[in-house]
């Protein structure tokens, strides 16, 4: 049962931590919460549910799609939301960002309706029965895929000249334009980066569950920004860490102490865990100066 | 010492008040429509929400995504308070107010530690905790059924039955804690909370001691939210946790942000504004909500701090 619980929580970890990974990136780039990214997850859901069924197209050249067209969502919601108010205050920017979100979401319903969709089922699921634990091969594919784009997010960062140029922006943006680096640019490539992930999250949430809501980008937006606030919003391996811890003391806790307030655990976590590192776990620790 | 000057009006202008306060008794005898009637009285709650949420939010200066659990704990303490225990209304407000300047201490301990953005979740995560245990502790709290039938306030044998004596006592309320908002603003206690906003550490090296003054606001404002989640529940007569989610907290401080932080004149703009938009919008009901996310923005970006910005005087040596 704790073995079923632990592949349970993998999977869904996995998930958190792509979406957080948009968080961490919007944040660690220009230093602000990105509410509206809960959206992207959710339109990357929606639009490959719209290319797969009114245009017909092709299963996986409409996952491609969708994640492409995420992307390019996410360089809008910066220019339109957050380009001109960079260095403004950060309660405005956050006001501004949940503006962007409300928006989001009423256009999907109105353009999808209001109601919970069954998303088209793409591969046919099968299940792998060891003793009593069962693991479908959704779940794998689910595991597979994040570790795979993580892995790929990491060397981008890690190893190449634009993950270089991105973290020299997050450093200092001033010096890295001086530098002649286009920090504009720079910063639409990391939004559409975060947001391709984030796409890429909601369409596996979508074949996992096997549903679709309008307003499904909320409550996974907000545990996938726990997650990143756990591991240490801005830092991309703890923020890695951070969904699969998440992931795992969810579906832990529902079966350890009561499966009633499964969503609430995720809450106490943080609150626990900000009150003794109140960076995150892998959050560097800011010295303020005056 | 010259007072700082919180607003363009000036508040404490005792006119101010007296202009409010006949407005607000001349009201119900123009408006007849029980419908906008009751737009006003909403208002009125939310008034007292976004006024006092601009304590911690705005004159504080710290991100507080969990007003709407305060919101809950009041009207939720309030009806079980008046229905089960005592049958009286003003003892369900106390008590209301009370528990939630308790839970507004319990809150305001981790700001000691935690600032800024971790902050801010640390209050939305709040918020999703009471909604669950207002959803999950189903023997007191009747679960997802929320509680019905409240009934409406008295006092001395007199029922507030009708909409024109709730729209008096609410605003009654109201103007109180304005005027409460205004004085607390302005005094010694609302300027060691502008200092602690504007510079932490300077302010901790003028002798201010920014823990004490940080747990009090969070503490007043969380009683403020306690007072009005307790009208609410005896308006509304039914309360469920759906009323007290984190999304509420972030239209409270969308309210007060989009009005003007720090500015007791720009809440209740921000309040009125944010409120009674989606009304003239019902119009157009299909796209309200995505004219009100496109306002939103607009607002951010074309006026960051709001419709009525705090205006400070710099006082000059």
């Not at chain 2, 007003?67 to 209304?89: D, P, T």
């Not at chain 2, 009934?151 to 309320?173: D, M, R, W």
């Not at chain 2, 009674?276 to 923005?297: A, F, H, Q």
Request: glycine letters at 10%; charged letters at 10%.
């Amino acid at each position: 049962m704790l073995i079923q619980q632990l592949i349970n929580g993998l999977t869904i970890g996995s998930v958190y931590a792509l979406v957080a990974l948009g968080y961490t990136l919007a944040y660690g780039i220009l230093g602000l919460i990105n509410f509206a990214h809960g959206e992207v997850y959710m339109m990357g859901a929606f639009l490959s549910f719209a290319l797969i069924t009114f245009f017909k197209v092709n299963v996986f050249v409409a996952f491609i799609a969708a994640i492409v067209l995420c992307g390019l969502l996410g360089i809008l919601i910066e220019f339109v939301a957050f380009r001109s108010i960079r260095n403004g205050a950060r309660s405005s920017q956050l006001i501004s960002a949940i503006g962007m979100s409300i928006l989001l979401q009423n256009i999907a319903m109105l353009i999808w309706g209001s109601n919970t969709k069954p998303f088209a089922p793409v591969t046919e699921e099968h299940v792998i029965k060891l003793n009593q634990i069962t693991i479908s091969t959704m779940q794998i594919e689910i595991i597979i895929t994040s570790f795979i784009l993580m892995s790929l997010l990491y060397f981008l960062i890690y190893k190449t000249r634009i993950g270089i140029a991105m973290r020299a922006t997050a450093q200092d943006s001033s010096m890295t334009s001086l530098m002649g680096i286009n920090v504009n640019k720079i910063v639409s490539i990391t939004f559409s980066i975060g947001s391709m992930l984030g796409g890429a999250a909601g369409i596996l949430v979508a074949l996992y569950y096997n549903s679709i809501v309008f307003n499904m980008g909320y409550t996974a937006g907000l545990k996938a920004f726990v997650a990143a606030v756990l591991g240490g919003i801005g830092n991309i391996p703890g923020t890695m860490i951070g969904g699969i811890i998440l992931g795992l003391t969810e579906s832990m806790g529902a079966v350890i102490i009561s499966a009633k307030y499964k969503d609430a655990f995720a809450f106490i976590i943080l609150i626990l865990v900000l009150l003794f590192r109140p960076t995150g776990l892998f959050g560097k620790k800011e010295v303020e100066k005056v | 010492m010259k007072e700082l000057e919180l607003g363009r009006f000036k508040v404490n202008d005792k006119y101010n008040y007296l202009i409010a306060a006949i407005a607000i008794i001349l009201f119900p005898f123009m408006i007849r429509n029980n419908y906008v009637l009751h737009i006003s009285i909403v208002l009125g709650i939310y008034l007292i929400l976004g006024v006092s949420l601009n304590i911690v939010t705005g004159v504080a200066g710290e991100l507080d995504l969990g007003h709407a659990a305060f919101f809950g704990i009041g009207a939720y303490v309030s009806s079980l308070f008046a229905q089960n225990i005592f049958n009286n209304f003003w003892i369900g407000l106390l008590s209301a107010a009370l528990i939630s300047l308790v839970f507004g201490f319990i809150l305001g301990i981790p700001s000691l530690r935690i600032r800024g953005d971790y902050l801010a979740i640390v209050t939305l995560g709040f918020n999703e905790i009471v909604r669950y245990v207002l959803l999950n502790w189903q023997s007191v709290t009747n679960g997802p059924m929320g509680i019905h039938s409240i009934k409406t306030p008295s006092i001395f044998g007199y029922s507030f039955n009708t909409k024109q004596a709730l729209f008096y006592l609410i605003y009654a309320l109201v103007l109180v804690t304005i005027i409460l908002m205004s004085r607390i603003s302005k005094s010694r206690f609302g300027r060691a909370l502008v200092g602690i906003r504007e510079n932490e550490i300077a302010a901790l090296s003028m002798g201010i001691n920014t823990g004490y003054y940080k747990i009090w606001a969070f503490a007043i404002t969380a009683a403020f939210a306690g007072v009005a989640g307790s009208l609410f529940a005896h308006y509304m007569s039914f309360i469920s946790p759906m009323n007290f989610t984190s999304n509420e907290s972030i239209l409270i401080l969308c309210m007060v942000v989009l009005g003007g932080k720090g500015s007791l004149i720009g809440s209740i703009v921000g309040v009125s504004v944010l409120l009674l938009l989606p009304e003239i919008l019902r119009s157009v009901s299909m796209y309200r909500m995505l004219i009100y996310g496109m306002v939103l923005i607009f607002m951010m970006v074309y006026r960051p701090n709001g419709f009525w910005p705090e205006k400070r005087i710099p006082r000059k040596i």
